[in-house]
C-alpha cells in the first residue's frame, strides 16, 4: 500500500516556473514507477511523465518536453515535477500516481495509487 501526497501547486503567470512534489509513505517506494497526470475543467485525465524506479528512464507527453523534468528522490520517498515556462494550457488539477510494475507506463488505469492532486493555475 502506497500512499501519496501532492504539493506545490498554485497560481502563476504564463512563462513562471513551478516545482510539484509528491510524497508518498511505504517502505516499497523505489520498486514503484511514478506518474504524473493533470486533469483540466471538463477533460479526460492525461499522463504528463513517467520515471522508473530507480530514476534511469524517464517518459514524457509532446507537449511538455523540454519543459517539464520528472525525478525522484526514492530515500526521501518523493518525485518531482519541474514545470518551466509554464502555458495557460497547463492549468489542471495534477496527480502523482505509482504503478508496481516494472516498466513505465502512460495509461490512468496502469496505476495502482492516487493522491489527491494539487491545482496549478496558469494565467496569460
Known amino acids: 500500500q502506497v500512499q501519496l501526497v501532492e504539493s506545490g501547486g498554485g497560481l502563476v503567470q504564463a512563462g513562471d516556473s513551478l516545482r510539484l512534489s509528491c510524497a508518498a509513505s511505504g517502505r516499497t517506494f523505489s520498486s514503484y514507477a511514478m506518474g504524473w497526470f493533470r486533469q483540466a475543467p471538463g477533460k479526460e485525465r492525461e499522463f504528463v511523465a513517467a520515471?522508473?524506479?530507480?530514476?534511469?528512464?524517464?517518459h514524457y507527453t509532446d507537449s511538455v518536453k523540454g519543459r517539464f523534468t520528472i525525478s525522484r528522490d526514492n530515500p526521501k520517498n518523493t518525485v518531482y515535477l519541474q514545470m518551466n515556462r509554464l502555458e495557460p494550457e497547463g492549468t489542471a488539477v495534477y496527480y502523482c500516481a505509482a504503478d508496481r510494475r516494472i516498466l513505465i507506463a502512460t495509461n490512468v488505469d496502469d496505476y495502482d495509487y492516487w493522491g489527491q492532486g494539487t491545482q496549478v493555475t496558469v494565467s496569460s
Open positions: 520515471i522508473n524506479w530507480i530514476g534511469s528512464i524517464t
